[in-house]
Structure formats: structure tokens, C-alpha cells
């Protein structure tokens, strides 16, 4: 009884001050933005998760020690002068109302050990149902139909053919590949006063070029045809791909003619995050190959494309040719990483690809609603039980983690603790990116597949995360 009234009291005081902070933030006068009083709600949800994740560890770790060095005195024992004698009728009312409930309660419900297992039981399936639907519920209410019509109208817009574009189901030869750089690459992102930086896209006013275009050939040493696979090369050319190759001194510190054609040296981090494209007659790596960068501004660009179509740089041994640019929209906050490559046949016919991946690298607060500030609360609250069993279950009883279902509660809050790793360092990575945006003044590639590469393995440790949470689900259910 004692118990039940302590609990009326708690909740009773928290619907009075939850009551209290409504009226005062309804009727005090004071209002914030949307994009402000989210702010606030993630720094509360921000310090909460601190508090609870570093904080109240190191705290316990304290008293711990303290404890441990410096054990407290213990108190003297006092007799309780108020305390009652037991009567022989008092023992047996006892022992009666204990016969009574064995008469009630049937044999199996008397086995402490079942009822402790199911007791566990329906504790884990609760949890993990609360889990699973948390989870659900975080990703329908994050899923942005937006992405999709945008990745749909981009592919349109760079497959046909339009008004002052053309499009890439149009081209039946490789030289035609110059003609679609020309008017869909350069004069669709520049204006005639070779304004620095670009111009909005013809086809789309609000939409921007995010740097410039980088061209990457890949290309085989011979037109030999044959049962073995085509090999790609990787040598250094003098300019028209003629050999012997020469270096230029003080190549490096002017306007790269001669990259096109010299090999690129890429890094660990390049190699990294390639990847390989799969094509209808071979897979194209995506860490090798020849680059040239358009510039920024319509003459400087024309110029470029003028000097690669009359060295003839793509010929006979090109296998493929990547077209990597990134496109921002400014109305709906949407980057398009955009890989277009066409890639050649031996016998000379062509097959162009699309590859368009629609993200939102920039949250903006004004754009969560409040179901969806809402869930984000109760899917960090529900995860922070759930890890808090699984914690507290090892700890007391570490050889359970030889178990199947126990390894399976560890990879799922290690996916998720992953998933939370990959944003925070896919947020650094595009802000960085963004300041090269607006601080950079040369014609610069700035590589935005990187984050969309780090948002797709995300997706999929997410998507891991909830096939296994449903697994458990399932698992608690069946027992």
C-alpha cells in the first residue's frame, strides 16, 4: 500500500510541473521559431544522452572506489524498543493464509524457476517489441518521398532530350559523347558572361552545380579483340596518347594540359571508398583511370573540351567514360550525386548508365516536424533500455554472451552505435566540404560521393540493425 501511494505521489508531482511548464510556455507571451525551439529540444536530448552514456558511469566509478579505499564505519545496532512479539495465533494465521494461497495456486505456478524464466521472458519480449516498433517508427517518419521524385527527374532530364539539352539515349557513337558535354555539362550550368562559379541550371532554376565536372577515362592499351578479358591501363602518355612518355617540367604549377593524359595516383582513402561500376560487357574500378576537370566558367570549359576533341582523347581504346558532378537544390535541400558514364563496346556501339543518389547532407530544423522530433525521443529512450539490459544481463552473467540470442543483442546495439558513428563523421565530412564550396576560387572536384557512400553503408547497418531486432522478436515470441 505503502508503495502504491509513493507512486500516485510521483506522478502526481510530475503532471503538476509538466501542467506548470505548459501554462507558462502556453500564456507567458514568449515564442521561438521552429527552427529554434527544435534546437533546443536536440540539445536537451544531446546533454540527456551525455549525462546518462559518460557522466553517470564516471560517477558510479567514483563511488565505486571511494567505497572500495574508504569502506564506511558501520553503524552501532540499536534495539528497536517498539518492536512486536510474535504470538502463537499470529504464526498460525500465517501459516493458514499460507495453506490457503497452496490450495489456490496450482503446482506448476509454484516452480519459482518457470515463473522467474517467463518472468524474463515476457520482460524481453516487451522490450524487444518496443524496440522494433521504435525503429519502424523512426524510419517511416525520416523517409522522404522527396529523394525519390528528384532522383526520377534528374535521370529524365539527363536521358532525354530537351530544349537546350540533350540526352544520353541520343548518342549512338563515342565522338557524340563531346556534343552532350557540350550542351548538357557546360552551357546547361554556365551563362554566356562566364560568370564565375556558374549559373543556375537551365532546366531547373534552383538548382546549382556544387564545383565542377570531373571527367574519368578508363581506357585498354590495344583494340585487340578476343576470348580474354580486356586490360585496362594505367601508363603515362604525352598528349594525343603517344609514347614515349615525357614529363614536362613545371607541369604541376600551371593549367594541367598534360593530366588527361597521365595516370592518377589515388590514396588510401580513394581506394578506400571505390567501388566498382558493372557494366554490360565488363566492371569498371573505380580507383584508376585518367581525369580531366572542366572549369567553372562557360569559355574556360569550351576551351578544355575544344583541346580534348581536337588530341582526340576518346578513341578506339576508350572501354568507358564517368561523368561525376554533384547538383544542389536550394528549394528542396537535396544534393544529387550524379555519375553519368558511357561505356563502349569493342566493336564501337555505346551504352550510356545513370547513377543519381538523392541526399540531404544539411538537416535543417525547420524541416522536422514534431511527430518526428517525437520519435527520435522515444527511439532514444527505448534503445537506452534496451542496451541498459543487455549491459546489465553480461555483466551479472558473462558467460551468457556464448550464447546465440545474447550475441545477437550485442551486434544489435554495436550496428547501431556504428550507425551513429558513420552520421556524426558524415556530417564533418560535409561540412568541410561545404566550406571548400564557398570559400574555394578554383576550379576544384569536390567529391560529395564520399558522404553519399558513407549514408548508403549507414542505411545498410540500419537496415541489419532491424532484420536482427525483428529475429529477436520473432525468437521471444516463438518461446
Same mark, same amino acid.
Given at each position: 500500500?505503502?508503495?502504491?501511494?509513493?507512486?500516485?505521489?510521483?506522478?502526481?508531482?510530475?503532471?503538476?510541473?509538466?501542467?506548470?511548464?505548459?501554462?507558462?510556455?502556453?500564456?507567458?507571451?514568449?515564442?521561438?521559431?521552429?527552427?529554434?525551439?527544435?534546437?533546443?529540444?536536440?540539445?536537451?536530448?544531446?546533454?540527456?544522452?551525455?549525462?546518462?552514456?559518460?557522466?553517470?558511469?564516471?560517477?558510479?566509478?567514483?563511488?565505486?572506489?571511494?567505497?572500495?579505499?574508504?569502506?564506511?564505519?558501520?553503524?552501532?545496532?540499536?534495539?528497536?524498543?517498539?518492536?512486536?512479539?510474535?504470538?502463537?495465533?499470529?504464526?498460525?494465521?500465517?501459516?493458514?493464509?499460507?495453506?490457503?494461497?497452496?490450495?489456490?495456486?496450482?503446482?506448476?505456478?509454484?516452480?519459482?524457476?518457470?515463473?522467474?524464466?517467463?518472468?524474463?521472458?515476457?520482460?524481453?519480449?516487451?522490450?524487444?517489441?518496443?524496440?522494433?516498433?521504435?525503429?519502424?517508427?523512426?524510419?517511416?517518419?525520416?523517409?522522404?518521398?522527396?529523394?525519390?521524385?528528384?532522383?526520377?527527374?534528374?535521370?529524365?532530364?539527363?536521358?532525354?532530350?530537351?530544349?537546350?539539352?540533350?540526352?544520353?539515349?541520343?548518342?549512338?557513337?563515342?565522338?557524340?559523347?563531346?556534343?552532350?558535354?557540350?550542351?548538357?555539362?557546360?552551357?546547361?550550368?554556365?551563362?554566356?558572361?562566364?560568370?564565375?562559379?556558374?549559373?543556375?541550371?537551365?532546366?531547373?532554376?534552383?538548382?546549382?552545380?556544387?564545383?565542377?565536372?570531373?571527367?574519368?577515362?578508363?581506357?585498354?592499351?590495344?583494340?585487340?579483340?578476343?576470348?580474354?578479358?580486356?586490360?585496362?591501363?594505367?601508363?603515362?602518355?604525352?598528349?594525343?596518347?603517344?609514347?614515349?612518355?615525357?614529363?614536362?617540367?613545371?607541369?604541376?604549377?600551371?593549367?594541367?594540359?598534360?593530366?588527361?593524359?597521365?595516370?592518377?595516383?589515388?590514396?588510401?582513402?580513394?581506394? *578506400?571508398?571505390?567501388?566498382?561500376?558493372? +557494366?554490360?560487357?565488363?566492371?569498371?574500378?573505380? $580507383? @584508376?583511370?585518367?581525369?580531366?576537370? /572542366? =572549369?567553372?566558367?562557360?569559355?574556360?570549359?569550351?576551351?578544355?573540351?575544344?583541346?580534348?576533341?581536337?588530341?582526340?582523347?576518346?578513341?578506339?581504346?576508350?572501354?568507358?567514360?564517368?561523368?561525376?558532378?554533384?547538383?544542389?537544390?536550394?528549394?528542396?535541400?537535396?544534393?544529387?550525386?550524379?555519375?553519368?558514364?558511357?561505356?563502349?563496346?569493342?566493336?564501337?556501339?555505346?551504352?550510356?548508365?545513370?547513377?543519381?543518389?538523392?541526399?540531404?547532407?544539411?538537416?535543417?530544423?525547420?524541416?522536422?516536424?514534431?511527430?518526428?522530433?517525437?520519435?527520435?525521443?522515444?527511439?532514444?529512450?527505448?534503445?537506452?533500455?534496451?542496451?541498459?539490459?543487455?549491459?546489465?544481463?553480461?555483466?551479472?552473467?558473462?558467460?551468457?554472451?556464448?550464447?546465440?540470442?545474447?550475441?545477437?543483442?550485442?551486434?544489435?546495439?554495436?550496428?547501431? *552505435?556504428?550507425?551513429?558513428?558513420?552520421? +556524426?563523421?558524415?556530417?564533418?565530412?560535409?561540412? $568541410? @566540404?561545404?566550406?571548400?564550396?564557398? /570559400? =574555394?576560387?578554383?576550379?576544384?572536384?569536390?567529391?560529395?560521393?564520399?558522404?553519399?557512400?558513407?549514408?548508403?553503408?549507414?542505411?545498410?547497418?540500419?537496415?541489419?540493425?532491424?532484420?536482427?531486432?525483428?529475429?529477436?522478436?520473432?525468437?521471444?515470441?516463438?518461446?
Amino acid at each position: 500500500m505503502a508503495k502504491k501511494s509513493s507512486n500516485m505521489i510521483f506522478y502526481l508531482t510530475f503532471v503538476i510541473i509538466a501542467g506548470c511548464a505548459v501554462c507558462i510556455w502556453r500564456f507567458s507571451g514568449f515564442n521561438h521559431e521552429p527552427g529554434k525551439f527544435h534546437k533546443i529540444l536536440v540539445a536537451f536530448l544531446a546533454v540527456t544522452l551525455i549525462r546518462l552514456l559518460i557522466f553517470t558511469p564516471i560517477k558510479f566509478v567514483i563511488m565505486a572506489l571511494d567505497a572500495a579505499c574508504w569502506p564506511p564505519h558501520q553503524a552501532p545496532v540499536t534495539l528497536d524498543e517498539d518492536v512486536k512479539v510474535e504470538t502463537l495465533i499470529d504464526s498460525l494465521r500465517l501459516k493458514l493464509r499460507t495453506l490457503r494461497s497452496e490450495l489456490l495456486v496450482t503446482e506448476s505456478h509454484r516452480n519459482e524457476a518457470i515463473n522467474l524464466k517467463y518472468r524474463l521472458i515476457n520482460e524481453e519480449l516487451c522490450l524487444t517489441g518496443k524496440l522494433f516498433l521504435g525503429g519502424l517508427g523512426m524510419i517511416l517518419v525520416i523517409f522522404d518521398e522527396n529523394l525519390y521524385y528528384n532522383t526520377d527527374t534528374v535521370n529524365y532530364l539527363f536521358k532525354q532530350n530537351h530544349k537546350n539539352t540533350s540526352g544520353l539515349s541520343t548518342l549512338s557513337t563515342l565522338p557524340h559523347v563531346y556534343k552532350f558535354i557540350e550542351y548538357s555539362l557546360i552551357r546547361a550550368f554556365t551563362d554566356k558572361h562566364n560568370t564565375a562559379g556558374g549559373a543556375p541550371w537551365v532546366n531547373a532554376e534552383s538548382v546549382r552545380l556544387l564545383g565542377v565536372v570531373r571527367l574519368r577515362q578508363l581506357r585498354t592499351e590495344d583494340t585487340h579483340m578476343g576470348l580474354r578479358t580486356p586490360v585496362l591501363t594505367s601508363r603515362d602518355y604525352l598528349a594525343g596518347w603517344q609514347l614515349p612518355y615525357v614529363r614536362v617540367p613545371y607541369t604541376n604549377k600551371f593549367w594541367p594540359i598534360y593530366r588527361p593524359w597521365v595516370a592518377s595516383v589515388f590514396h588510401f582513402r580513394d581506394i *578506400l571508398m571505390g567501388f566498382s561500376h558493372y +557494366g554490360h560487357f565488363i566492371s569498371y574500378p573505380e $580507383n @584508376m583511370g585518367y581525369l580531366c576537370l /572542366l =572549369s567553372d566558367t562557360r569559355m574556360k570549359s569550351l576551351m578544355i573540351l575544344e583541346y580534348l576533341h581536337k588530341k582526340k582523347w576518346l578513341d578506339r581504346n576508350t572501354s568507358a567514360l564517368f561523368m561525376d558532378f554533384t547538383l544542389y537544390n536550394a528549394d528542396a535541400n537535396i544534393f544529387s550525386v550524379c555519375t553519368l558514364w558511357v561505356e563502349q563496346f569493342p566493336l564501337g556501339s555505346i551504352h550510356y548508365h545513370i547513377e543519381v543518389q538523392s541526399n540531404v547532407f544539411v538537416e535543417q530544423m525547420e524541416q522536422i516536424t514534431a511527430l518526428g522530433m517525437l520519435m527520435l525521443f522515444i527511439f532514444v529512450i527505448i534503445w537506452l533500455q534496451f542496451a541498459k539490459a543487455f549491459f546489465v544481463k553480461v555483466w551479472y552473467e558473462p558467460n551468457l554472451l556464448k550464447t546465440l540470442w545474447v550475441l545477437v543483442d550485442a551486434t544489435i546495439v554495436f550496428l547501431s *552505435l556504428v550507425v551513429v558513428v558513420i552520421h +556524426g563523421f558524415r556530417d564533418n565530412l560535409v561540412q $568541410n @566540404m561545404l566550406q571548400q564550396v564557398e /570559400l =574555394s576560387v578554383l576550379m576544384k572536384f569536390i567529391d560529395f560521393r564520399e558522404p553519399s557512400r558513407l549514408t548508403y553503408f549507414a542505411d545498410v547497418f540500419k537496415g541489419f540493425a532491424l532484420a536482427l531486432v525483428t529475429m529477436r522478436l520473432v525468437e521471444s515470441d516463438a518461446v
